[in-house]
């Protein structure tokens, strides 16, 4: 069974930084591209980032590019997303995502992890 | 960018009747379009892709259609359960790969 369980989340003021984990199991990890989608609770989804399966191809949502880094460990079979510089509208659930193969629509989500940016 | 447009926002019917839900792409997407359902304090669930396959698991009275820019997701028989929000997603073109707003579907 796919199994992707995010954490990192919490409360941080804005300016500051914060680093999400995703833990994956049950499928072979450095076969697929991995992504991070946002959440403002109560609103719409919003694409993040993505990561190739090696780490050589790397695409970011232009609302985060500059801020954000994604990176993966294959052998820890984790993902990761570096937020620096958070702002108050980068508040929201944000959610570790499988992209299928060879596609890039989302086949399995974790449960998310709340970022909350506040002063 | 291109822009997802899902319409209506809300759409109230009965248990077991059909729900039309639409969507309609800025530009052409081909049939580069997914459909996800999301209940409150769930993750998405991905139901349709490639515009019309069914993914694992679905059941058969989710259907998909549309190419192009205009696309459509009907549910023939409401259960209980089907009730959510549904979200289409492109992934024509990216960065980004963009989502519509989302339909309600609510008990009528």
């Known amino acids: 069974e796919v199994q992707l369980v995010e954490s990192g989340g919490g409360v941080v003021r804005p300016g500051g930084s914060l680093r999400l984990s995703c833990a994956a199991s049950g499928f072979t990890f450095d076969d697929y591209v991995m992504s991070w989608v946002r959440q403002v609770p109560g609103k719409g989804l919003e694409w993040v980032s993505g990561?190739?399966?090696?780490?050589?191809?790397?695409g970011y949502a232009d609302s985060v590019k500059g801020r954000f880094t994604i990176s993966r460990d294959n052998a820890k079979k984790s993902l990761y997303l570096q937020m620096n510089s958070l702002r108050a509208e980068d508040t929201a659930l944000y959610y570790c995502a499988r992209v299928w193969t060879g596609t890039y629509y989302f086949d399995s989500w974790g449960q998310g992890t709340l970022v909350t940016v506040s002063s | 960018e291109i822009v997802m447009a899902q319409s209506p926002a809300t759409l109230s019917v009965s248990p077991g009747e059909r729900a039309t839900l639409s969507c309609r792409a800025s530009q052409s997407i081909s049939s580069n379009l997914a459909w996800y359902q999301q209940k409150p304090g769930q993750a998405p669930r991905l139901l349709i892709y490639?515009?019309?396959t069914r993914a694992t698991g679905i059941p058969a009275r989710f259907s998909g259609s549309g190419s192009g820019t205009e696309f459509t997701l009907t549910i023939s028989s409401l259960q209980s359960e089907d009730f959510a929000v549904y979200y289409c997603q492109q992934y024509n073109k990216w960065p980004p790969y963009t989502f519509g707003q989302g339909t309600k579907l609510e008990i009528k």
């Open positions: 490639d515009a019309s």
């Open positions: 990561i190739n399966w090696n780490g050589g191809s790397r």
